[in-house]
């Protein structure tokens, strides 16, 4: 079975900093998915940013980039020029072969004006 | 944007009742999901749904919960004799295709009390 760690339980950052959100994940597939979702207070799932194991090129969505390491399984998330909105929980999570997402223990982002 | 739509947003239901969560997918995806999410722990997949039938279900969903698209449109979770640990947020997705990102609805607050 596929597993997701998010070893960082709280991060803290500055407003216009960089934060970077820690994930590894275990797996014998080779063809999967990963995601980083966002879920403020409200509670609702926002996907952030996704990223194809095929494909060597890591995602960016605007100030969201991603540095994947396949061979170590690892996925980071890189938040540049930190806002007061990104203050939130966030997971990382797994997609494979069966369709359902892993996710990970969540990592809450605290953003310091 | 198309969105995934659940309703109620929170139900305080008594222990022992049946409740059932209602969910209205995107209309051209094709696979659907149940997560469950409890206060301050990390989201965990329930059950998947394809072609009209289960096509995979968690360890968490034993007999007390029961899924069906009773209309084509409407995707609902009925949970059984509810218990004070069914306590949760309960999240529908939907996804298009296998290769597709997921969708997910702004979730539903149970509480048993």
């Known amino acids: 079975a596929q597993t997701v760690t998010q070893s960082q339980p709280e991060m803290s950052v500055q407003e216009a900093e960089t934060v970077t959100l820690s994930c590894t994940y275990d797996?014998?597939?080779?063809?999967?998915?990963l995601f980083w979702y966002k879920q403020p207070p409200s509670r609702q799932m926002i996907l952030v940013i996704r990223q194809e194991a095929y494909k060597q090129q890591n995602a960016t969505e605007n100030r969201f980039s991603v540095n994947f390491q396949k061979a170590a399984k690892s996925f980071s998330l890189k938040i540049s020029d930190s806002q007061l909105g990104d203050a939130a929980m966030y997971f990382c999570?797994?997609?494979?072969?069966?369709?359902?997402?892993?996710f990970g223990q969540g990592t809450i982002l605290t953003v310091h004006p | 944007e198309p969105e995934v739509t659940q309703t109620p947003s929170h139900q305080v239901t008594q222990m022992g009742q049946e409740v059932i969560l209602r969910c209205v997918p995107i209309s051209n995806h094709l696979y659907f999901y149940w997560y469950r999410q409890i206060l301050g722990q990390k989201v965990e997949f329930l059950v998947s749904f394809y072609n009209n039938e289960i096509s995979e279900k968690s360890e968490i969903f034993d007999d007390q919960f029961s899924v069906e698209r009773p209309d084509g449109s409407n995707f609902t979770l009925k949970i059984r004799s509810t218990k004070l640990e069914d306590s949760a947020m309960y999240f529908c997705?939907?996804?298009?295709?296998?290769?597709?990102?997921?969708?997910f609805g702004s979730g539903t607050r149970l509480t048993v009390v």
């Open positions: 999570a797994y997609k494979g072969r069966e369709g359902k997402l892993t």
């Open positions: 797996t014998s597939e080779s063809d999967y998915y």
């Open positions: 997705a939907s996804i298009q295709g296998a290769d597709y990102g997921y969708t």
